[in-house]
């Protein structure tokens, strides 16, 4: 008797543990594999370069600010938590002292401080820009709409607008440094996400005053829509470096499924529903999570790799192209026509 209850439980055991957690470890390991790695032997030469990284003070900026100082270049963080990019700069200088880290104000949802920054930049440290990677980003709570202080929708506001602004307001530096370097372009990276595909904009309606907010339950539209923006961005901005003929090359990316803290001060505001949190989530972590620095990778690859040199307005992931038959199709069209609709909105001409 005692050996057929003992048959029984080793038989739960392997069906319901063993054979699952072998499963899932087979799996996590197969996704690791596929994972690109940044070729440090194919990389231009940034030391003593200029490069800007927005939201720099945690997660995938910190590891990119990180990377690009030890590499020698001049690093600047435009943070909008002055205390805790110095904290960040602190813990960086604990395991390199190389290059250069300065600390910048900025906060991307108001205007009014990505003119100044831009402005501050220009006027301290003009002389060209090698890189600027557009890296800060946030996640909005689930079914609720909030507003910047210039009364956009936040995640299109921050994500999009802000960075938008920014990019064109320091295009003549980055054109500056590209003229400096014939044969090594200056770069715009844009980190933006794999959840563009979920993104859906309405031209006539991008802040949402009109549309229903009709939500999913495990993740926002806005911030969908506010990457798909990203990719649009990137696409209308290649063809406008080309039209011009500037020696600015620029890339969209996705960082995969990165464990960082975007996103979890907003979550508070409306939690998920229990099985998001306590089972998606864990099973996803568990599965596919990066790391900030294994997420950081591809930003790195966009950044300096050798092999981007001629191509611009393409998008990547796991440090290598994102081929068009695997992700969704942009809209040139609709590309050229939010360029025009964010130009109006802040104020550009």
Same mark, same amino acid.
């Given at each position: ?23 899932l470890l087979a799996i996590r390991l197969t996704i690791r594999k596929l994972r690109g790695k940044v070729d440090i032997t194919n990389e231009v030469d940034i030391s003593g370069k200029t490069v800007i ?96 202080? @210039? ?53 006539? @309606? ?27 961005f990137n696409l209308e901005l290649a063809k406008k470096f080309r039209s011009d003929k500037v020696n600015v090359n620029c890339y969209a990316l996705c960082p995969g499924f990165v464990d960082t803290n ?28 990066? @790391? ?58």
């Open positions: 008797m005692s050996c057929c209850i003992t048959s029984f439980l080793y038989s739960i055991l392997l069906y319901f543990a063993i054979i699952p957690a072998l499963t990284v927005t939201g720099a003070s945690d997660g995938i900026g910190k590891v990119t600010a990180e990377e690009f100082a030890v590499r020698g270049a001049r690093v600047i963080l435009a943070c909008r938590n002055l205390q805790k990019a110095e904290r960040a700069v602190a813990d960086i200088r604990m395991r390199t002292t190389n290059g250069e880290m300065i600390i910048m104000h900025l906060n991307l949802s108001s205007l009014s401080s990505v003119r100044q920054f831009a402005s501050e930049f220009i006027q301290k440290y003009g002389g060209g820009l090698s890189i600027l990677v557009n890296n800060a980003g946030l996640v909005n709570p689930v079914g609720m709409r909030k507003l910047t202080e @210039d009364g956009f929708e936040e995640a299109f506001g921050v994500n999009h607008l802000g960075h938008f602004l920014l990019t064109n307001l320091l295009l003549p530096e980055l054109v500056k440094a590209g003229e400096k370097n014939p044969s090594d372009p200056s770069r715009v990276v844009i980190v933006s996400s794999g959840a563009h595909s979920w993104g859906s904009l309405s031209l006539d @309606d991008l802040m949402y005053e009109k549309t229903p907010l009709e939500d999913w339950k495990w993740i926002s539209k806005l911030y969908c829509n506010s990457k798909l923006a990203n990719n649009l975007i996103g979890k001060e907003n979550m508070a505001d409306n939690p998920p529903p229990f099985w998001v949190t306590h089972v998606l989530f864990p099973l996803l972590k568990l599965v596919m999570v990066k @790391d900030a620095k294994e997420g950081a990778e591809t930003t790195v690859y966009c950044s300096l790799s050798k092999y981007l040199t001629h191509h611009s307005g393409e998008m990547y992931r796991n440090c290598e192209f994102w081929d068009y038959s695997k992700r969704p199709k942009l809209s040139e069209k609709d590309a050229t026509k939010l360029w025009e609709k964010s130009e109006k909105l802040v104020k550009l001409n």
